[in-house]
């Protein structure tokens, strides 16, 4: 079975611009996370995805938002690029076990 | 607010060495711990979980014991491989796990041969 799969693996942006990162869970998962590595940090938990409906948020400002799609996958959208937005954002889904599997992530660039 | 702390890296050992990454934690009520590992060019796994006081996760050789009294989850495992070379992160989760998992920082852990 295929995993989490995120894309793009890689993108550059500049300062001001608008990104959309893509995220399909594994089949039967009803529940996606998103999470931002900044290197050298653990990763900080952004959004939870639940059927469709959002079930937590972090401490990240408005220009993040997320949704959830009938097939369960997920994007992840920043507007009003920063350079501190450069990082790995990570897609995790879930069953209802609560563990959560994580994609290889999309690394982000903002010059 | 939850967060955790755990030893700064890289930490450096010889295979067959015994391995010992700290973890220390600070939450309201009462969490369930993890330990994730990122092996390089991978995504984060869960290597073990412990959800009550006293409770020792284990998997693939490595163990951590759930301590309240100590606020502790530290990761051991008693004969390292070069395998083992990976970047491993200590979190919890309240609650229903609505505000997600807070991660510690990592600790890039390098075995020699």
């Known amino acids: 079975d295929a995993g989490v799969t995120q894309s793009p693996t890689h993108l550059i942006k500049t300062r001001g611009q608008q990104v959309t990162l893509r995220c399909s869970p594994i089949s039967g998962h009803k529940s996606v996370s998103w999470y931002q590595q900044v290197l050298g940090q653990g990763p900080q938990f952004i959004f939870q995805?639940?059927?469709?409906?959002?079930?937590g948020r972090g401490n990240f400002p408005d220009r993040f938002s997320a949704r959830q799609f009938p097939n369960y996958s997920s994007e992840l959208n920043v507007n009003a690029l920063l350079l501190g937005d450069s990082a790995l954002y990570l897609c995790?889904?879930?069953?209802?076990?609560?563990?959560?599997?994580f994609g290889e992530g999309s690394r982000l660039t903002v010059l | 607010g939850d967060s955790v702390t755990q030893m700064e890296g890289p930490v450096t050992l010889s295979e067959e060495a015994f391995l010992t990454i700290n973890c220390t934690y600070t939450a309201t009520g009462y969490p369930s711990l993890f330990w994730y590992v990122q092996y390089p060019g991978e995504g984060l796994q869960l290597l073990l979980k412990?959800?009550?006081?006293?409770d020792k996760g284990s998997n693939k050789g490595f163990e951590a014991t759930y301590r309240k009294e100590t606020t502790s989850f530290h990761l051991e495992k008693g004969s390292v491989q070069v395998s083992d070379s990976a970047v491993y992160f200590c979190a919890l989760k309240t609650g229903g796990g609505a505000d997600g998992l807070t991660f510690g920082k990592g600790t890039h852990l390098i075995i020699q041969p």
């Open positions: 995790a889904s879930s069953p209802n076990t609560g563990e959560l599997f």
């Open positions: 995805y639940y059927e469709k409906e959002e079930r």
């Open positions: 412990a959800t009550k006081a006293d």
